[in-house]
């Protein structure tokens, strides 16, 4: 027999022995776009305790849509290793070293390993603040998405973390946070949040890697972000960036944190 309240105690039961499991874990992230996925899967599988907070009813920020709703995307030769070799996406050769994929294979794809990997994605939340201890970001402090977007007064709940992750594409959402609460404390020029210049490709893909940093004690910043903290060009529809990007991050806190 189908009782709903056998149904509705499952779903709560299930739910609840994660979200309290995971309220201390390795490493936290915020944005389940490609840079934050690909960041996850590399942390999950060398064994960490990773979540992802997703403030959309769906995972894949800005990759499901491709270029202007078209769905593919491009990425170049040096992203191949991971999305084809590592991850499984079927990538097709268009030329001078660009390779296309479907931009929806590629988000589930993604998304798919990085779960069968050990990450716990939890959608339809978002990172509204951080916590800070000794001038180091120690936690991440979520809300249902639904709070926001009506503007209810509603206190949130907090999960601790070794190392948390901005992964939230163009808005750099949880670096402008930590700049509007602690002051020009990240480690760029001004010690704020530069922000994104205009679209430049070649520029924003050279210069990705080397934004993929730990932007204050802490927290680090990967994906579009990078670019956004660093006042770099995005890029459009082009992912090697986010992909390179998101490995980088998943490489960088794994030597941090098991120092
Ligand atoms: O925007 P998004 O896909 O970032 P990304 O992984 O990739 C960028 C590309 O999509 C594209 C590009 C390619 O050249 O430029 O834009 O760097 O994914 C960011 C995700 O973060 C979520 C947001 O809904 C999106 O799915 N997000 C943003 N702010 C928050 C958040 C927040 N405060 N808490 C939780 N999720």
Known sequence: MLDEVVISRAITESFMKVFMDYMDVDVAIAGAGPAGLVCAYYLARAGKKVAVYERHLKVGGGMPGGGMMFNRIVIQDEARPILQGEIGVDIESY??????ADSVEAIATITSKAIKAGV????????????????????????????????????????????????????????KIVERKSGPVLNTKTGGVLGEKSMWAEVG?????????????????????????YGSP?????????ILSGKKAATLILQNISR
Do not use: Q
Request: charged share 20%.
């Open 95 to 100: 030329k001078d070293g660009m390779y296309i």
């Open 120 to 175: 716990k994605i939890f959608n339809l939340m978002s990172v509204e603040d951080v916590m800070i201890r000794e001038n180091k970001v120690s936690g991440v402090v979520l809300n249902w998405s639904s709070v926001g977007w009506s503007k209810l007064h509603v206190d949130p709940l907090c999960v601790r973390a070794k190392a948390v992750v901005d992964a939230t594409g163009h808005d750099t959402e949880v670096c």
């Open 205 to 229: 893909e050279g210069v990705i890697m080397d934004n993929t940093k730990e932007v204050y004690p802490g927290l680090y910043v990967c994906g579009m972000a990078s670019n956004g903290v």
């Open 234 to 242: 995005r890029m459009g529809a082009i992912f090697g960036g986010m």
